[in-house]
């Protein structure tokens, strides 16, 4: 059985392939751009364009590709995101 990720506001499907696409802005560059992890749970490789670079540490705000909502976990903690796992 395949899983499926979907946005919390606007159930879109969030994987395409092997990965799981989010619209994301690096609060440090103001860069953004689309970034794409891969869907397999403890798999951490990132695919995304060269000129949207991260360093360890920065803070980087990620969004629906399709309703563009905020995925913050919460608005009492930030740095987790949240999305549906089906």
Same mark, same amino acid.
């Given at each position: 059985?395949?899983?499926? #990720?979907? !946005?919390?506001? !606007?159930?879109? &499907? ?6 799981? $696409?989010?619209?994301? $802005?690096?609060?440090? +560059? ?9 869907? /397999?749970?403890?798999? #951490?490789?990132? +695919?995304?364009? =060269?000129? $949207?670079? &991260?360093? @360890?540490? /920065? #803070?980087?705000?990620? &969004? !629906? =590709?399709? !309703? ?6 919460? +608005? +009492? ?5 949240? $999305? @549906?796992?089906?």
């Amino acid at each position: 059985m395949r899983i499926n #990720y979907l !946005c919390p506001k !606007c159930d879109a &499907f969030l994987r395409v392939g092997d990965s799981v $696409i989010f619209y994301v $802005i690096s609060s440090q +560059t103001s860069r953004k751009g689309l970034i794409l992890l891969h869907a /397999d749970l403890g798999n #951490y490789s990132v +695919t995304n364009h =060269p000129n $949207i670079s &991260f360093n @360890k540490g /920065d #803070y980087v705000e990620f &969004f !629906c =590709p399709v !309703c563009h909502a905020n995925l913050a976990a919460s +608005t +009492t903690n930030n740095n987790l995101v949240r $999305i @549906k796992m089906v």
